[in-house]
Structure formats: C-alpha cells, structure tokens
C-alpha cells in the first residue's frame, strides 16, 4: 500500500476498542496502515490489538498486534524495543491510552490517582525514553499523544484527576518536541473533543446524571458548535496530518478535534 506514511513503521498504544466499534487508536491505526504503514498495534486487552492489526491487513496493510500495559514499564519498553529490532526503526509513535474516574474528587483515592497519572503521564515518559533512540539514530521520527477537550475545559461533570494529567499531558509533548528538535524528532498532541467510541457508548449514560444513552447523546452533540459527536476517525485524519511530512514543520503543538467546542461558551438549553 503506498501513501503518506510509506515504507515507515507506526506504534500505536491503547490500539484496541472497548467492544464493537471503533475507538481512536483503532481508528488511528487504520489510518495509518491505510497510509502505507506497518503497524504495531499495541493494547491491554490482546484479542483488540488483534483484531485492529486483523482490520488494517483486511483493508490491504501490514500490521501485528502485542500486548501491552502501559502501566507496566518494563513491558512497554520491550514492546518497543521489539518493534525496532524486529524492523530497524520505528517512524511514528502515537500514544492513545488515556484513564481516568470521573465523578466527586472525594471518591478518588490516591491509588486511582497514581493509576491514572501513571497511565496518562508516566507512560508518555516511558514510552518515548524507549523510542528517541531508535529514532534519533534514523535522523528523527514523531511522537503524537491523544489528549482530551477534558484537559483544556471543565466538561460539565467532575473529572479532575483525568483532566489534569490530560492537561499535563499537552505540556509534555510540547517540553518533549523542543527537547528532542535536534534529533529531528516533532511532537505533537491531538486533543479530542467529544468524540463517539465504544467507551463512551458505556460510560455516557452515567456521566450525565443518570440519562438514558440516546438523551445523554443529543445532550453531549448539542453543547457542539458542529452539532454532533465527533468521530474516531475525525481524530484518526488529524493524526495522520500530523504523522505525515505535511506536518513537517509543526512541533511542540496541538490540534483540536472538536467541532468548534474549546471556542465557545453556551447558554444551557441552547
Ligand atoms: N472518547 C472520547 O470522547 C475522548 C475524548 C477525548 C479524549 N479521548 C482520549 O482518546 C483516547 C482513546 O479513547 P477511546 O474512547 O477511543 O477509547 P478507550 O480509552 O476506552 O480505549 C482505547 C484502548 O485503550 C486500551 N487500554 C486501556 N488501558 C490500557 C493500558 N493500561 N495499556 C494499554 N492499553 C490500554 C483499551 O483496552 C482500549 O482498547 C484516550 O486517551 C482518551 O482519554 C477520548
């Protein structure tokens, strides 16, 4: 398959769905593979990686699927290394595992505090301490993380612990681009606005007090200029742009996958 990303090999973490459907890094890797990428499709749960790498070769790419707990260090960095030794480099690493609990902080210990900022924060570290020297020995190579609306805004239920490593999450990216421009290595975040995966068809209802899935839906699409959800794939193509020599000259930025939400204030009811 040739495209954008032709001939590089792709790492994508947290490349699974929750169930039917497609989530973001799914979607991400599709896009990618769909792009003339090898991808590595990493993700906890194995039958998901599985399944996405099975979706990219259906759609005539090349990928292969591992599992991985980004809350394992050890784990993560030998999946990586694996890649590179498997393949001689490795172009692109997207980082999409994102943990969180929403609810009253009060409910939130200490441990699910560590688990999340672990899984959101301390993995980016781990993950990219393993690949810049595989890249900067090829001359470079770029780093994407997904973020969240959720790291920029309050979105209208209690979600500090994920909002605030989401939020330092996007500062990451940024201290990590100027630190490795040298080697040649761009890094940027996509921060996802309300987007519609599988997780969310599970937790919706939920997070906004209790309605049912299909009001929870109008409710989340109506706070959106575009008047709807987003899509994983809307995230996907903003991750492609940016993996991709188009981007050759952004670094140490975000791209806002959100419908025109981060640019409004809105009355309630409207
Ligand atoms: N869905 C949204 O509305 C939305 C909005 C903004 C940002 N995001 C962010 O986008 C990313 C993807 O979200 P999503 O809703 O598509 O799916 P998700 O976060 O529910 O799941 C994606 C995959 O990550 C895997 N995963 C979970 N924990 C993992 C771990 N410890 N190690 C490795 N893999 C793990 C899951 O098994 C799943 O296959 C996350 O970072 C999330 O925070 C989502």
């Known amino acids: 398959m040739s495209g954008q990303l032709s001939g590089r090999v792709a790492v994508v973490l947290g490349a699974g769905s929750l169930g039917e459907g497609i989530g973001i890094g799914k979607a991400i890797a599709l896009a990618f593979a769909g792009a003339g990428a090898h991808v590595a499709a990493f993700d906890v749960d194995l039958a998901a990686a599985q399944e996405t790498a099975r979706l990219c070769e259906e759609a005539g790419g090349r990928a292969e699927a591992g599992a991985v707990d980004v809350l394992d260090d050890a784990a993560l960095t030998a999946a990586i290394a694996g890649v590179a030794e498997r393949h001689g480099r490795i172009d692109v690493l997207h980082c999409n595992v994102g943990l ?16 999340i900022a672990d899984a959101n ?33 309050d979105v209208g239920y209690p979600h500090l612990a994920y909002g605030a490593t989401k939020a330092a999450a996007i500062h990451f990216m940024r201290l990590f681009a100027i630190e490795h421009a040298a080697a040649g290595i761009r890094a940027n975040t996509v921060i996802a606005g309300l987007i519609d995966t599988p997780r969310i068809r599970k937790t919706l209802a939920s997070s906004y007090g209790g ?19 987003g899509t ?24 806002l996958v959100d419908g025109g939400l981060a640019a409004t204030v809105r009355q309630a009811g409207t």
């Open 100 to 115: 969180g609990k929403a609810g009253p902080s009060a409910a939130t210990s200490a441990a699910d505090w560590r688990r």
């Open 121 to 153: 924060l301390t993995s980016l570290h781990v993950a990219t301490s393993a690949v810049v020297p595989v890249m900067s020995a090829r001359g470079g190579g770029v780093v994407l993380a997904t973020s969240s609306i959720a790291g920029l805004r």
């Open 211 to 229: 309605r049912s899935f299909d009001e929870a839906r109008a409710a989340r699409a109506a706070q959106v200029p575009l008047a709807r959800m």
């Open 232 to 255: 994983a794939e809307d995230v996907a193509d903003a991750a492609l742009f940016l993996a991709s020599d188009r981007a050759a000259y952004i670094t140490g930025t975000e791209l």
